[in-house]
């Protein structure tokens, strides 16, 4: 018997407490009653990424080597889907993807699309993410791309913004940036937002320190549709689970 | 710029739910401010992992191929020192280790000897773990060799143990397991025992699914133990966190 290898890759650290979460919603997307249905997956995570935002949006270092290290390893290690739980990483991460053979499942195109399916034709998205996502305008244009605009916070909403996505990386969110969210939310629904996208994985962590039940504003997670693009298009690659013979 | 490899290599996916919830302590047990702070790790989860409590104690498949697989893969990844995120499987890991050049940061010694620092000499732990970790006598044996007396539930109540840890694993754990376990610990209490092992990375999860605030007798996690330990071994390796040359 040859054990074929990890089918799903996933290129995390960035930072790390997103990918606990986002490995959290992969095992909890996975149909499975045993360990053995679970999807073999490598995660790869390398917080030595510079600050990706740092690059997007002034004279930060390059983040390309660190990703192209961690892609490369996790193609050596064999697997043929990568899944990269970073939203802002996505500026970078296309091309080192092609160029290592792997088949990369964008967290910013499963959204788009998501949203594209269930809003009415025309409509009005908010953001909320790092300056670095909104300055690439990752999600400005898959969004135009099937017919729907992105509204991003006024520089002063921003801030705070930056400053919740921050304070999970540093361990201390809690209810007061949780509740700065809501307010932001809030602006942007006023200004004709239908729904928002917690475009950083820290967003969601960030909104789950508040004590708020009731989202203003429908918020759709990037990081769970990605979870479950990844285990649909796992098993169309290896529709047995159990299947250890390559 | 060469860019080192991750330091620490995590054999996971056993189950997923433990591994997901093994990193977090990682992450959680780590002194960090920003995303740059946290510790490279590379973690390789596959459930095809064949049960390990069916070898030991059965007739089942041995879990020796796919465990070397997985070691394989993290030595090949360049990782230094290994953490395993299944107690069960330590019955298998040492000797695939060593001949990976790989330290393993064993989560059975790592616990035996924090239980030998902070309980009375010759005092009687109780274990809740798969019937294979208790029939490996890994805790035993780790026990015995500072002190320490192992105490195991009768077969009744293992079998509620059992039960309790597969809720987990199939993703159905709930306020029933944990009252069970509650009841087991309870009695292992009345025989003897001054503190209890979670000795199975799901007994703190199937735990966790219950409303008790109180437990009816101390309970230490070694995956928890095993977080702090890792974060300490790996900073004595590598000092400087954002070192990112060879």
């Known amino acids: ?6 089918v799903v ?19 909890a997307a996975t149909p499975a009653a045993t360990d053995q249905e679970h999807l073999p997956v490598v995660i790869w995570s390398d917080p030595r990424v510079p600050d990706r935002t740092a690059a997007l949006v002034g004279d930060g270092e390059d983040p390309t ?16 889907l990568l899944a990269v739980a970073c ?13 290592a053979g792997l088949e990369l499942i964008s967290i910013i195109d499963v959204t788009a699309q998501r949203l594209a399916a269930t809003l009415p034709a025309g409509a009005t998205v908010g953001l909320l993410a790092t300056e670095g996502t909104v300055a690439s305008r990752l999600y400005h244009d898959a969004c135009a791309a099937v017919g729907l605009t992105v509204l991003v916070p006024e520089p002063a909403e921003q801030a705070r913004v930056t400053a919740a996505i921050a304070a999970v990386k540093a361990g201390t969110a809690d209810a007061t940036g949780a509740a700065a969210l809501a307010e932001v939310l809030g602006t942007l629904r006023d200004a004709g937002a239908e729904a928002a ?25 990037p990081a769970d549709l990605l979870a479950h693009e990844v285990v649909r298009r796992a098993r169309e690659l290896r529709p047995d689970p159990a299947d250890a013979a390559s």
Chains 1, 2 share one sequence.
């Open 65 to 80: 080597p660190v990703l192209r290290a961690g892609v490369a390893g996790l193609a050596a290690a064999g697997v043929r």
């Open 9 to 27: 890759g996933i290129l995390g650290g960035m930072g790390p407490a997103a990918t606990v979460d986002f490995y959290r919603k992969l095992v």
């Open 87 to 99: 939203n802002t990483a996505h500026a970078f991460v296309p091309p080192l993807a092609a160029a």
């Open 197 to 221: 996208i917690a475009g950083c994985t820290e967003i969601v962590l960030a909104l789950a320190a508040g004590t708020d039940a009731d989202p203003v504003l429908p918020v759709v997670d």
């Open 1 to 6: 018997m040859t054990l074929s290898p990890p």
